[in-house]
């Protein structure tokens, strides 16, 4: 399949003026048709990073004459986003709250509120296994400068006193919030990918563009539409276990796909593994998971979900999905003398796997 790039250049303006590569209206037509001729399956690629990765658009070339202007507004709301909501940036609105509310309620926008609101209900209806308060953990486990280390028993539980979303008061006349425990930090880090892939869907559908894959790095994917030749847009899966291998494949259609794994963020200590994902109700790293996949009808929701579902283990998720038919769901997890076990649940999809695999 071959396909035309436009990565984001070192100036917003050298984009809008032309200095890469975009031909005029007719251009794009003219050339698009020569390329569909020769290679129907062509697509186009654009490019940013943001939030750590890189966010990609990928459309059918020549379907949309106003796609690159689409795919930057598209691009541009994710930057906006990450300005608003990183823990990072200590101008961000996350920071400001992050400052004062153990202290006093804090008023913010109705955005961020909204955005804040629908992580505490996912908190309850997962029984605390999504929390973005688990914060002090990952800075107790070294997750969040990226420098872990295995913390002592007296400074887990001095981290787990400062977590739980039950220690948040919420004012939903002021739009305003306080956190009940001093040194309470919240962070959006599970689910910031999937609100931007949604959020940059929505301005690109809105653009009268109905068939794309928009992509927050590789754990968080929204499809449009259907790719030229198909009826869905085929993802593929990395494998947790072998980063330059594929796990399998699931075909997408108006769908999300979100995936949380630690197969780049752990560390080995006395001969044990110690992965990124921390269940907020331990405070310790979930052992008996590779990776967890979820297929929901948003890209926030399939992100937040595949953290929750990863720290709930197979029978939990299994639960919560008896009453949502729209969610599938991919657990991959170690197994003694194999490769891994796959668990697929859910039947809002389909799972290709690779040859070598089997699905349980």
């Given amino acids: 399949m071959s396909k035309s790039r436009i ?20 251009e794009v037509s003219t050339r698009a048709t020569r ?25 059918n070339a020549g379907e949309y004459i106003d796609a690159y202007d689409a795919a930057l507004e598209a691009l541009d709301e994710v930057t906006r986003l990450e300005k608003l909501l990183s823990y990072f940036d200590e101008e961000s609105e996350i920071s400001r709250i992050n400052q004062l509310a153990d202290r006093d309620f ?28 688990s ?3 990952w800075e107790a486990w070294g997750f969040m400068k990226r420098r872990p280390r295995l913390p002592s028993e007296e400074e887990r539980r001095e981290a787990l006193e400062r977590v739980s979303s039950r220690k948040i008061l919420w004012d939903d006349a002021r739009y305003a919030l306080r956190f009940t425990q001093k040194g309470m930090r919240i962070s959006l880090g599970s689910v910031g990918k999937g609100l931007a892939t949604d959020a940059a869907s929505a301005i690109l559908r809105a653009s009268g563009m109905e068939n794309f894959l928009l992509c927050g790095g590789v754990s968080s994917v929204f499809a449009s539409g259907a790719r ?10 990395q494998h947790p276990a072998s980063l330059k291998e594929r796990l399998g494949e699931i075909p997408l259609e108006n769908r999300a ?12 200590q006395n001969g044990k593994r110690y992965g990124h994902v921390l269940d907020p109700r331990s405070g310790l790293p979930v052992t008996n998971v590779l990776s967890v996949s979820v297929v929901a009808p948003t890209a926030a929701e399939a992100d937040a979900l595949a953290t929750a579902f990863y720290v709930m283990g197979v029978d939990a998720t299994r639960d919560f999905c008896k009453n949502r038919p729209d969610l599938s769901v991919l657990f991959v997890l170690p197994k003694v003398g194999s490769d891994c076990e796959i668990h697929f649940l859910g039947e809002s999809c389909s799972f290709i796997p690779s040859k070598k695999e089997r699905t349980l």
């Fill in 257 to 268: 796909l979100g995936t949380s794994g630690s197969a780049t963020q752990f560390f080995w």
């Fill in 228 to 237: 030229r030749g198909r009826n869905d847009w085929l993802v593929g899966l």
């Fill in 35 to 59: 390329e569909m001729e020769s290679q129907t399956a062509q697509y186009m690629e654009f490019s940013r990073r943001a939030m750590a990765e890189d966010f990609v658009i990928y459309t």
């Fill in 135 to 137: 914060t002090a953990l």
């Fill in 106 to 133: 804090v008023e913010t926008t109705e955005e961020v509120y909204s955005i804040l609101k629908y992580c505490n209900d996912l908190f309850f209806r997962t029984d605390g296994a999504f929390d973005i308060t």
């Fill in 7 to 26: 990565h984001e250049p070192t100036s917003r303006r050298s984009f809008l003026s032309g200095e890469i590569f975009r031909p005029k209206p007719d």
